[in-house]
């Protein structure tokens, strides 16, 4: 494959300088204001058949928190870091902050949910998936929780 026919290099000129679609970026996890040159972990998505990529969400520094991602199938997706940027229009006296340098961390191809973690990448981490507990069998439950009386049973000191 030549790097014309790559496609995480038309995808990074596309994401370069993308819109962050807030006025006021914060961490969507600690809630820290984020500022122009600061550093951010991004996850930017285009479902199948859209044209453009949107930004998710953003989070501090350069891949700090921990990053739960569920991929999904027929939407390509990444978390990429890079730092913020403005973009000012003068006609319309606007400014807009955007995404800078964006460096793929991980990426999900619209094929599947499984996650492709770029061994370039300036974080060590894998993407962490939330961790699916088995549901309680309805009868292990009743049995556990209930009384004949449909009351719960006293508490046991411990």
């Known amino acids: 494959m030549t790097r014309h026919d790559d496609p995480h290099v038309a995808d990074l000129s596309q994401l370069t300088r993308i819109a962050l679609d807030t006025e006021d970026p914060i961490c969507q996890v600690c809630g820290q204001p984020l500022r122009e040159g600061d550093d951010i972990t991004a996850y930017a998505y285009r479902a199948a058949g859209e044209p453009a990529y949107q930004i998710g969400y953003i989070m501090c520094g350069a891949d700090v928190h921990e990053h739960p991602t569920v991929f999904t199938r027929g939407v390509r997706e990444y978390v990429l870091t890079g730092h913020i940027g403005t973009c000012s229009d003068i006609q319309t006296q606007s400014t807009t902050f955007v995404l800078l340098d964006p460096t793929p961390v991980v990426t999900s191809p619209t094929t599947t949910v499984e996650p492709h973690v770029h061994p370039e990448a300036p974080t ?35």
Do not use: K, M
């Open 124 to 158: 060590p981490r894998d993407p962490t998936q939330p961790r699916q507990r088995e549901p309680t069998p309805l009868l292990t439950a009743i049995r556990e929780h209930a009384l004949s009386d449909g009351g719960s049973p006293p508490e046991r000191p411990e």
